[in-house]
């Protein structure tokens, strides 16, 4: 599986973005998605999870803010970012899991695949 995530850039504290990502490959199924993100001098942090029903889960940073969905024809899945703020600036990952598992807690996801990243930075 290939993910290959878009949409990130300049903006406005106050503005939106949305990130896509798509998968492609063969024989997969994804099960969950999610959106991490890795700001300068910091560790790597989930964002933003959706599960194969449809449940959701943010980090409370974000919560509020960003809408997670996905789209299982085109298997793509994407992160609308409303109300930006200086520190929501950093590289964005997609990640999937494509595994049969059932997750009670979508934090505790196991991902298979990431994307490459895309940046997103807002100014002040």
């Known amino acids: 599986v290939q993910l290959q995530a878009s949409g990130g850039g300049l903006v406005q504290a106050g503005g939106s973005l949305r990130l896509s990502c798509a998968a492609s490959?063969?024989?997969?199924?994804?099960n969950a998605w999610g959106w991490h993100r890795q700001a300068p001098g910091k560790q790597r942090e989930l964002v933003a999870v959706i599960g194969s029903g449809g449940g959701t889960t943010y980090a409370d940073s974000v919560k509020g803010r960003f809408t997670i969905s996905r789209d299982d024809v085109w298997n793509t899945g994407y992160l609308q970012m409303n109300s930006l703020k200086p520190e929501d600036t950093a590289v964005y990952y997609c990640?999937?899991?494509?595994?049969?598992?059932?997750?009670?807690?979508?934090?505790?996801?196991?991902?298979?695949?990431w994307g490459q990243g895309t940046l997103v930075t807002v100014s002040s």
């Open positions: 490959g063969s024989g997969f199924r994804i």
């Open positions: 990640a999937v899991d494509t595994s049969r598992r059932k997750y009670s807690d979508l934090e505790s996801v196991w991902w298979d695949y």
